[in-house]
């Protein structure tokens, strides 16, 4: 079954890096369209990144110029850079994956930025 498993979250300073990975099993990998999504403490759950099998990518407004996504196809893996962390950032990160209409999610990994 499709398993993502991410990591690489954890407490920054703003204005710090940190790069999330998503690993994934379960399906064929290189075929598959990759999103990386967050959810604050009382907000919906939204869109960050995604990109498609070709490598084509979009990004949330809040994010532009400071996050990249990016794929790495021979390790199963998606990778989420942010750059330039503001506090607004804080939230669970999720990795997310849409198989023949069907979704599937990681457990997640906290983002925390604070001084």
């Known amino acids: 079954q499709v398993q993502l498993v991410e990591s690489g979250g954890g407490l920054v300073q703003p204005g710090g890096s940190l790069r999330l990975s998503c690993a994934a099993s379960?399906?064929?990998?290189?075929?598959?369209?990759m999103s990386w999504y967050r959810q604050a403490p009382g907000k919906e759950r939204e869109l960050v990144a995604s990109i498609t099998s070709t490598g084509n990518r979009n990004y949330a407004d809040s994010v532009k110029g400071r996050f990249t996504i990016s794929r790495d196809n021979a390790k199963n893996t998606v990778y989420l850079q942010m750059n330039s962390l503001k506090p607004e950032d804080t939230a669970v990160y999720f990795c997310n994956t849409v198989i023949r209409t069907f979704a599937s999610w990681g457990q997640g990994t906290q983002v925390t930025v604070s001084s």
């Open positions: 379960g399906f064929t990998f290189r075929f598959a369209a």
